[in-house]
Protein backbone atom coordinates (compact mmCIF):
# COMPACT_ATOMS: atom_id res chain seq x y z
CA UNK A 1 0.00 0.00 0.00
CA UNK A 2 1.07 3.54 -1.08
CA UNK A 3 0.59 6.59 1.96
CA UNK A 4 -1.51 8.67 -0.13
CA UNK A 5 -3.97 4.66 -0.61
CA UNK A 6 -3.47 4.75 3.88
CA UNK A 7 -4.55 8.24 3.89
CA UNK A 8 -7.61 7.82 1.75
CA UNK A 9 -8.48 4.57 3.46
CA UNK A 10 -8.92 6.35 6.97
CA UNK A 11 -10.62 8.96 5.54
CA UNK A 12 -12.97 6.84 3.70
CA UNK A 13 -13.80 4.55 7.19
CA UNK A 14 -14.45 7.99 8.87
CA UNK A 15 -16.91 9.63 6.76
CA UNK A 16 -18.55 6.23 5.80
CA UNK A 17 -19.35 5.72 9.11
CA UNK A 18 -20.80 8.74 10.20
CA UNK A 19 -22.59 9.03 7.01
CA UNK A 20 -24.06 5.66 8.16
CA UNK A 21 -25.03 6.23 11.82
CA UNK A 22 -26.76 9.96 10.65
CA UNK A 23 -27.99 9.48 7.76
CA UNK A 24 -28.70 6.35 5.65
CA UNK A 25 -29.88 4.63 8.93
CA UNK A 26 -33.03 6.91 9.43
CA UNK A 27 -34.15 6.21 5.90
CA UNK A 28 -36.61 3.38 6.76
CA UNK A 29 -38.45 3.40 3.37
CA UNK A 30 -41.40 0.98 3.93
CA UNK A 31 -40.27 0.54 7.80
CA UNK A 32 -37.41 -1.27 6.85
CA UNK A 33 -35.22 -0.89 4.59
CA UNK A 34 -32.11 0.92 4.72
CA UNK A 35 -28.99 0.71 2.68
CA UNK A 36 -25.58 -0.05 4.38
CA UNK A 37 -23.07 2.02 2.19
CA UNK A 38 -20.67 1.68 5.08
CA UNK A 39 -19.09 -2.12 3.25
CA UNK A 40 -18.09 0.12 0.72
CA UNK A 41 -14.86 0.34 2.56
CA UNK A 42 -14.27 -3.63 2.67
CA UNK A 43 -14.92 -3.30 -1.21
CA UNK A 44 -12.62 -1.01 -2.51
CA UNK A 45 -9.76 -1.64 0.16
CA UNK A 46 -6.59 -1.55 -2.05
CA UNK A 47 -6.34 -5.32 -4.14
CA UNK A 48 -2.84 -6.05 -3.04
CA UNK A 49 -2.87 -4.91 0.97
CA UNK A 50 -2.49 -7.09 3.69
CA UNK A 51 -5.61 -9.24 4.02
CA UNK A 52 -5.28 -9.91 8.37
CA UNK A 53 -5.37 -6.03 8.20
CA UNK A 54 -8.54 -5.82 6.09
CA UNK A 55 -10.35 -8.41 8.32
CA UNK A 56 -8.96 -6.61 11.54
CA UNK A 57 -9.97 -3.06 10.12
CA UNK A 58 -13.53 -4.41 8.79
CA UNK A 59 -14.30 -5.98 12.01
CA UNK A 60 -13.63 -2.33 13.86
CA UNK A 61 -15.75 -0.76 11.03
CA UNK A 62 -18.83 -3.27 11.95
CA UNK A 63 -18.52 -2.78 15.45
CA UNK A 64 -18.23 1.18 15.19
CA UNK A 65 -21.48 1.02 13.72
CA UNK A 66 -22.93 -1.68 16.23
CA UNK A 67 -22.11 0.97 19.46
CA UNK A 68 -24.10 3.17 17.44
CA UNK A 69 -27.03 1.07 16.92
CA UNK A 70 -27.38 -0.55 20.25
CA UNK A 71 -27.11 -3.93 17.89
CA UNK A 72 -24.57 -5.64 20.17
CA UNK A 73 -21.92 -7.31 17.30
CA UNK A 74 -24.42 -7.84 14.22
CA UNK A 75 -22.54 -6.02 11.70
CA UNK A 76 -19.13 -6.75 13.50
CA UNK A 77 -19.43 -10.34 12.31
CA UNK A 78 -20.86 -9.63 9.25
CA UNK A 79 -17.71 -7.77 8.32
CA UNK A 80 -15.19 -10.13 9.14
CA UNK A 81 -17.05 -12.28 7.34
CA UNK A 82 -17.02 -10.94 4.38
CA UNK A 83 -13.61 -9.32 4.54
CA UNK A 84 -12.61 -13.05 4.95
CA UNK A 85 -14.66 -14.08 2.13
CA UNK A 86 -13.14 -11.53 -0.46
CA UNK A 87 -10.35 -13.07 -2.07
CA UNK A 88 -12.28 -16.02 -3.11
CA UNK A 89 -15.56 -13.52 -4.42
CA UNK A 90 -12.63 -11.35 -6.37
CA UNK A 91 -11.42 -14.31 -7.93
CA UNK A 92 -14.67 -16.16 -9.35
CA UNK A 93 -15.90 -12.31 -10.39
CA UNK A 94 -12.41 -10.93 -12.14
CA UNK A 95 -10.77 -14.66 -12.74
CA UNK A 96 -7.61 -15.59 -11.31
CA UNK A 97 -5.44 -12.73 -13.04
CA UNK A 98 -7.03 -10.37 -10.30
CA UNK A 99 -3.42 -11.14 -8.19
CA UNK A 100 -0.72 -10.51 -10.83
CA UNK A 101 -2.05 -7.59 -13.50
CA UNK A 102 -3.89 -6.01 -10.59
CA UNK A 103 -7.36 -5.46 -12.07
CA UNK A 104 -8.41 -1.88 -10.96
CA UNK A 105 -12.12 -2.33 -9.42
CA UNK A 106 -13.17 1.36 -10.69
CA UNK A 107 -12.08 0.34 -14.50
CA UNK A 108 -13.10 -3.55 -14.56
CA UNK A 109 -15.78 -4.52 -16.78
CA UNK A 110 -19.19 -3.60 -15.63
CA UNK A 111 -20.28 -6.98 -15.78
CA UNK A 112 -17.90 -8.38 -13.41
CA UNK A 113 -17.43 -5.84 -11.28
CA UNK A 114 -21.42 -5.83 -10.49
CA UNK A 115 -20.89 -9.62 -9.91
CA UNK A 116 -18.40 -8.82 -7.21
CA UNK A 117 -20.47 -5.86 -5.80
CA UNK A 118 -23.90 -8.27 -5.70
CA UNK A 119 -22.12 -10.93 -3.97
CA UNK A 120 -20.41 -9.48 -1.08
CA UNK A 121 -23.20 -7.43 -0.12
CA UNK A 122 -26.10 -10.23 -0.78
CA UNK A 123 -23.55 -12.21 2.00
CA UNK A 124 -22.86 -9.47 4.14
CA UNK A 125 -27.11 -8.73 4.63
CA UNK A 126 -27.41 -11.94 4.97
CA UNK A 127 -25.43 -13.16 7.52
CA UNK A 128 -26.47 -9.38 9.68
CA UNK A 129 -30.17 -9.69 9.15
CA UNK A 130 -29.66 -13.93 10.69
CA UNK A 131 -27.87 -12.62 13.62
CA UNK A 132 -30.01 -9.50 14.19
CA UNK A 133 -33.25 -11.69 13.50
CA UNK A 134 -32.03 -14.50 15.27
CA UNK A 135 -34.94 -16.75 14.93
CA UNK A 136 -35.91 -19.50 12.28
CA UNK A 137 -39.93 -18.19 12.45
CA UNK A 138 -38.78 -15.16 10.61
CA UNK A 139 -37.33 -16.31 7.85
CA UNK A 140 -39.66 -14.82 5.47
CA UNK A 141 -38.83 -11.15 7.06
CA UNK A 142 -34.87 -12.46 6.61
CA UNK A 143 -35.36 -13.13 3.34
CA UNK A 144 -37.27 -9.95 2.27
CA UNK A 145 -35.01 -7.46 4.02
CA UNK A 146 -31.70 -8.75 2.58
CA UNK A 147 -33.31 -8.74 -0.85
CA UNK A 148 -34.53 -5.13 -0.91
CA UNK A 149 -32.01 -3.87 1.83
CA UNK A 150 -28.84 -5.31 -0.60
CA UNK A 151 -30.77 -3.79 -4.16
CA UNK A 152 -30.81 -0.89 -2.30
CA UNK A 153 -26.98 -1.04 -1.03
CA UNK A 154 -25.98 -2.15 -4.58
CA UNK A 155 -27.86 1.00 -6.27
CA UNK A 156 -25.85 3.07 -4.04
CA UNK A 157 -22.56 1.70 -4.16
CA UNK A 158 -22.62 1.65 -8.05
CA UNK A 159 -23.97 5.65 -7.94
CA UNK A 160 -20.75 5.97 -5.51
CA UNK A 161 -18.55 4.54 -7.66
CA UNK A 162 -19.46 6.75 -10.65
CA UNK A 163 -19.54 9.96 -9.15
CA UNK A 164 -15.88 9.09 -8.05
CA UNK A 165 -14.89 7.78 -11.12
CA UNK A 166 -16.06 11.75 -12.98
CA UNK A 167 -14.36 13.11 -10.40
CA UNK A 168 -10.98 11.77 -11.08
CA UNK A 169 -10.86 11.60 -14.55
CA UNK B 1 6.61 -28.16 16.86
CA UNK B 2 8.02 -26.48 13.98
CA UNK B 3 4.46 -28.22 12.17
CA UNK B 4 2.37 -26.55 14.79
CA UNK B 5 3.75 -23.39 14.04
CA UNK B 6 3.43 -23.31 10.11
CA UNK B 7 0.01 -24.31 10.48
CA UNK B 8 -0.75 -21.46 12.18
CA UNK B 9 1.18 -18.90 9.93
CA UNK B 10 -0.53 -20.81 7.18
CA UNK B 11 -3.77 -20.44 8.61
CA UNK B 12 -2.92 -16.36 10.35
CA UNK B 13 -6.17 -15.13 8.70
CA UNK B 14 -8.71 -17.99 9.00
CA UNK B 15 -7.78 -17.67 12.75
CA UNK B 16 -7.99 -14.04 12.96
CA UNK B 17 -11.40 -14.21 11.21
CA UNK B 18 -12.66 -16.87 13.51
CA UNK B 19 -11.81 -15.19 16.65
CA UNK B 20 -13.02 -11.85 15.33
CA UNK B 21 -16.38 -13.44 14.21
CA UNK B 22 -16.92 -15.36 17.63
CA UNK B 23 -16.69 -12.09 19.17
CA UNK B 24 -19.04 -10.82 17.43
CA UNK B 25 -20.65 -13.47 18.12
CA UNK B 26 -20.92 -13.48 21.64
CA UNK B 27 -21.55 -9.59 21.62
CA UNK B 28 -24.78 -10.40 19.73
CA UNK B 29 -25.97 -12.98 21.96
CA UNK B 30 -25.72 -10.99 25.39
CA UNK B 31 -28.09 -8.31 23.45
CA UNK B 32 -30.34 -10.72 22.95
CA UNK B 33 -30.54 -11.10 27.22
CA UNK B 34 -32.86 -8.55 28.56
CA UNK B 35 -30.25 -6.22 30.47
CA UNK B 36 -27.56 -7.98 31.44
CA UNK B 37 -24.61 -5.14 31.70
CA UNK B 38 -24.06 -3.94 28.28
CA UNK B 39 -20.30 -3.36 27.39
CA UNK B 40 -21.64 -2.07 23.66
CA UNK B 41 -23.92 0.69 23.65
CA UNK B 42 -25.26 3.57 22.41
CA UNK B 43 -25.37 5.13 26.02
CA UNK B 44 -21.61 5.97 26.27
CA UNK B 45 -19.91 9.34 26.19
CA UNK B 46 -18.81 9.33 22.34
CA UNK B 47 -21.93 8.31 20.99
CA UNK B 48 -24.19 10.08 23.07
CA UNK B 49 -22.61 12.99 22.09
CA UNK B 50 -23.27 12.37 18.67
CA UNK B 51 -26.26 11.75 18.33
CA UNK B 52 -27.17 14.55 20.75
CA UNK B 53 -25.36 17.18 18.32
CA UNK B 54 -27.43 15.21 15.40
CA UNK B 55 -30.62 15.90 17.53
CA UNK B 56 -30.07 19.80 18.52
CA UNK B 57 -29.55 20.08 14.43
CA UNK B 58 -32.82 17.85 13.44
CA UNK B 59 -34.87 19.05 16.21
CA UNK B 60 -35.48 22.56 14.04
CA UNK B 61 -37.50 21.33 11.38
CA UNK B 62 -40.23 19.64 14.09
CA UNK B 63 -40.82 22.26 16.18
CA UNK B 64 -44.29 23.28 14.65
CA UNK B 65 -45.34 19.63 15.13
CA UNK B 66 -44.06 19.39 18.57
CA UNK B 67 -45.04 22.69 19.72
CA UNK B 68 -48.90 21.44 18.40
CA UNK B 69 -48.54 18.24 20.67
CA UNK B 70 -47.44 19.88 23.73
CA UNK B 71 -50.27 22.50 23.21
CA UNK B 72 -52.84 19.66 22.98
CA UNK B 73 -51.23 18.19 25.94
CA UNK B 74 -51.53 21.69 27.99
CA UNK B 75 -54.81 21.66 26.89
CA UNK B 76 -56.07 18.25 27.88
CA UNK B 77 -54.31 19.02 31.49
CA UNK B 78 -56.43 22.23 32.34
CA UNK B 79 -59.44 20.87 31.53
CA UNK B 80 -58.52 17.46 33.86
CA UNK B 81 -57.58 20.74 36.46
CA UNK B 82 -60.49 22.74 35.96
CA UNK B 83 -62.59 19.17 36.98
CA UNK B 84 -60.56 18.40 39.58
CA UNK B 85 -61.36 22.05 41.16
CA UNK B 86 -64.80 21.60 40.91
CA UNK B 87 -64.78 18.74 42.84
CA UNK B 88 -62.23 19.39 45.72
CA UNK B 89 -61.62 22.98 47.22
CA UNK B 90 -57.99 23.35 45.98
CA UNK B 91 -57.21 26.39 48.11
CA UNK B 92 -56.63 24.24 51.35
CA UNK B 93 -54.49 22.02 49.31
CA UNK B 94 -50.63 22.81 49.86
CA UNK B 95 -48.36 20.89 47.96
CA UNK B 96 -46.34 19.39 50.62
CA UNK B 97 -49.58 17.50 50.90
CA UNK B 98 -49.99 16.07 47.15
CA UNK B 99 -47.32 13.25 48.01
CA UNK B 100 -47.59 10.66 45.10
CA UNK B 101 -46.95 7.06 44.10
CA UNK B 102 -44.76 7.74 40.92
CA UNK B 103 -42.29 10.15 40.48
CA UNK B 104 -42.21 12.23 37.08
CA UNK B 105 -38.93 13.09 34.74
CA UNK B 106 -38.79 14.35 31.07
CA UNK B 107 -36.31 13.53 28.76
CA UNK B 108 -35.77 13.98 24.97
CA UNK B 109 -35.24 11.04 22.83
CA UNK B 110 -31.61 11.86 20.46
CA UNK B 111 -31.92 8.10 18.91
CA UNK B 112 -34.51 6.34 18.15
CA UNK B 113 -34.90 3.07 15.68
CA UNK B 114 -38.22 0.93 14.96
CA UNK B 115 -37.15 -1.38 11.22
CA UNK B 116 -35.20 -3.74 13.25
CA UNK B 117 -36.38 -6.88 15.27
CA UNK B 118 -35.16 -5.25 18.58
CA UNK B 119 -35.48 -1.88 18.41
CA UNK B 120 -34.13 0.76 20.99
CA UNK B 121 -34.29 4.45 21.80
CA UNK B 122 -31.28 6.51 23.22
CA UNK B 123 -32.39 9.40 25.63
CA UNK B 124 -30.41 12.55 26.74
CA UNK B 125 -30.97 11.78 30.29
CA UNK B 126 -28.57 9.36 32.42
CA UNK B 127 -27.43 8.61 35.96
CA UNK B 128 -26.87 12.02 36.86
CA UNK B 129 -30.14 12.75 36.49
CA UNK B 130 -31.44 10.04 38.48
CA UNK B 131 -32.77 8.15 36.01
CA UNK B 132 -32.31 4.00 36.61
CA UNK B 133 -33.06 0.43 34.83
CA UNK B 134 -37.27 -0.38 34.83
CA UNK B 135 -38.18 3.15 34.71
CA UNK B 136 -41.63 3.22 32.58
CA UNK B 137 -40.95 5.58 29.24
CA UNK B 138 -44.42 7.03 27.69
CA UNK B 139 -44.86 9.81 25.59
CA UNK B 140 -48.38 12.48 25.84
CA UNK B 141 -50.10 9.58 23.43
CA UNK B 142 -48.63 6.34 25.28
CA UNK B 143 -46.57 4.22 26.32
CA UNK B 144 -42.97 3.90 24.80
CA UNK B 145 -41.09 1.23 26.32
CA UNK B 146 -38.55 0.48 29.73
CA UNK B 147 -35.32 2.09 30.14
CA UNK B 148 -32.91 -0.74 29.70
CA UNK B 149 -29.34 0.75 30.10
CA UNK B 150 -27.64 3.54 32.07
CA UNK B 151 -24.77 5.67 31.98
CA UNK B 152 -23.55 8.82 33.49
CA UNK B 153 -25.15 11.31 31.09
CA UNK B 154 -27.81 8.83 28.42
CA UNK B 155 -29.85 6.12 29.06
CA UNK B 156 -31.32 3.28 26.47
CA UNK B 157 -34.91 2.19 26.65
CA UNK B 158 -36.13 -1.29 25.11
CA UNK B 159 -39.16 -0.19 22.84
CA UNK B 160 -42.16 -1.73 22.94
CA UNK B 161 -41.51 -2.54 19.47
CA UNK B 162 -38.88 -5.38 20.81
CA UNK B 163 -39.31 -8.75 20.35
CA UNK B 164 -38.62 -9.24 23.92
CA UNK B 165 -40.76 -6.78 25.69
CA UNK B 166 -43.74 -8.16 27.19
CA UNK B 167 -46.05 -5.37 28.74
CA UNK B 168 -49.31 -6.32 31.01
CA UNK B 169 -52.17 -4.56 29.42
CA UNK B 170 -55.83 -4.69 29.88
CA UNK B 171 -59.31 -3.78 27.94
CA UNK B 172 -59.68 -0.21 29.51
CA UNK B 173 -63.98 -2.07 29.56
CA UNK B 174 -64.16 -4.98 30.54
CA UNK B 175 -60.77 -5.13 32.57
CA UNK B 176 -60.01 -8.03 31.05
CA UNK B 177 -55.82 -8.94 31.38
CA UNK B 178 -53.02 -9.70 28.57
CA UNK B 179 -49.91 -9.14 27.72
CA UNK B 180 -48.73 -6.56 25.04
CA UNK B 181 -45.89 -8.11 22.41
CA UNK B 182 -44.46 -7.20 18.88
CA UNK B 183 -44.39 -9.47 15.66
CA UNK B 184 -42.28 -7.24 14.03
CA UNK B 185 -44.02 -6.53 10.86
CA UNK B 186 -45.46 -3.12 11.28
CA UNK B 187 -44.40 -0.73 13.57
CA UNK B 188 -47.72 0.89 14.44
CA UNK B 189 -49.36 -2.37 14.94
CA UNK B 190 -48.32 -4.10 18.25
CA UNK B 191 -50.73 -7.41 19.53
CA UNK B 192 -52.06 -8.12 22.58
CA UNK B 193 -52.32 -12.10 23.46
CA UNK B 194 -53.50 -14.45 26.82
CA UNK B 195 -57.37 -12.53 26.70
CA UNK B 196 -59.17 -15.47 28.01
CA UNK B 197 -61.82 -16.24 25.63
CA UNK B 198 -64.76 -15.09 27.63
CA UNK B 199 -63.70 -11.96 27.08
CA UNK B 200 -65.91 -9.45 25.75
CA UNK B 201 -64.48 -7.83 23.31
CA UNK B 202 -65.38 -5.24 20.09
CA UNK B 203 -63.13 -3.78 17.39
CA UNK B 204 -62.37 -0.31 18.31
CA UNK B 205 -62.25 -0.76 22.29
CA UNK B 206 -59.17 1.04 24.07
CA UNK B 207 -56.25 -0.74 25.39
CA UNK B 208 -54.16 0.99 28.31
CA UNK B 209 -51.65 -0.19 30.94
CA UNK B 210 -53.08 -2.80 33.67
CA UNK B 211 -51.65 -2.38 37.38
CA UNK B 212 -50.19 -5.49 37.52
CA UNK B 213 -46.87 -4.36 37.05
CA UNK B 214 -44.14 -2.52 39.63
CA UNK B 215 -43.09 -0.20 35.98
CA UNK B 216 -46.01 0.98 34.78
CA UNK B 217 -49.26 3.43 36.47
CA UNK B 218 -52.52 1.77 35.62
CA UNK B 219 -54.62 3.49 32.26
CA UNK B 220 -51.17 4.48 30.71
CA UNK B 221 -52.91 4.23 27.20
CA UNK B 222 -51.71 2.04 24.22
CA UNK B 223 -54.28 1.68 21.50
CA UNK B 224 -57.04 0.49 20.15
CA UNK B 225 -58.54 -3.06 18.67
CA UNK B 226 -57.88 -3.31 14.70
CA UNK B 227 -58.90 -6.97 14.37
CA UNK B 228 -58.88 -10.23 16.50
CA UNK B 229 -58.89 -14.04 16.27
CA UNK B 230 -58.54 -16.70 18.55
CA UNK B 231 -55.56 -18.95 18.57
CA UNK B 232 -54.70 -22.05 17.85
CA UNK B 233 -55.42 -23.72 20.41
CA UNK B 234 -59.14 -21.65 21.03
CA UNK B 235 -58.50 -20.46 24.47
CA UNK B 236 -57.18 -16.89 23.96
CA UNK B 237 -57.74 -13.93 21.84
CA UNK B 238 -54.89 -12.68 19.55
CA UNK B 239 -55.51 -8.95 19.07
CA UNK B 240 -53.86 -6.63 16.95
CA UNK B 241 -53.98 -3.27 18.21
CA UNK B 242 -53.18 0.07 16.48
CA UNK B 243 -51.07 2.23 18.94
CA UNK B 244 -51.68 5.78 20.02
CA UNK B 245 -47.90 6.52 19.55
CA UNK B 246 -46.47 7.24 16.15
CA UNK B 247 -43.65 5.45 16.91
CA UNK B 248 -41.67 6.38 14.22
CA UNK B 249 -41.61 10.23 15.28
CA UNK B 250 -40.72 10.44 19.26
CA UNK B 251 -39.40 13.73 20.26
CA UNK B 252 -39.93 13.99 23.83
CA UNK B 253 -41.10 11.41 26.47
CA UNK B 254 -41.81 11.47 30.20
CA UNK B 255 -40.11 9.00 32.46
CA UNK B 256 -42.24 7.90 35.42
CA UNK B 257 -40.36 6.08 38.53
CA UNK B 258 -42.91 4.44 40.83
CA UNK B 259 -41.71 4.86 44.46
CA UNK B 260 -42.94 1.78 45.66
CA UNK B 261 -41.63 -0.64 43.44
CA UNK B 262 -38.21 -1.94 45.56
CA UNK B 263 -41.18 -2.44 48.44
CA UNK B 264 -43.71 -4.63 46.38
CA UNK B 265 -40.63 -6.36 45.09
CA UNK B 266 -39.27 -7.08 48.27
CA UNK B 267 -42.83 -8.61 49.70
CA UNK B 268 -43.49 -10.74 46.40
CA UNK B 269 -39.79 -12.21 47.02
CA UNK B 270 -40.73 -12.58 50.35
CA UNK B 271 -43.53 -14.45 49.46
CA UNK B 272 -41.88 -16.72 47.38
CA UNK B 273 -39.51 -17.47 49.43
CA UNK B 274 -42.04 -18.56 52.16
CA UNK B 275 -43.26 -20.67 49.84
CA UNK B 276 -40.44 -22.87 48.96
Known sequence: ?169 | MQQIIFFFIRNKNFLLFAVLFTISVALTIQTHNYHNDKYISSANYITGGIYTFRNNVADYFSLGKENEQLLQENLMLRKKLDQFKEVVNVEKLDSTFLSSKFTYFTARVINNNYSKTKNQLTLDKGRKDSIKIDLAVISSKGIVGIVSDVSENYATVQSILNTQSRINAKLKNSGDFGSLKWDTKNPNIAQLIDIPRIAKIKKGDTIVTGGRSTIFPEGILIGTIKDFHLDNDDNYYYVNIDLFNDMTSLEHVYLIENNDAQEIIELEKGVEDEEQ
Open chain 1, 1 to 169: MKNNDIIVNIVRFIVLVFLQVLMLNNINIAGYINPYLYIFFILMYPLDGNKGLLIFLSFLLGLSIDIFEDSGGVHAAACAFIAYIRPVVLKYSFGVSYEYNSVKIKKADPMERLTYIASLVFMHHFVMFSLEIFSVKHILLLLKSTLFSGIFTIILIVCTLVLFNRKST
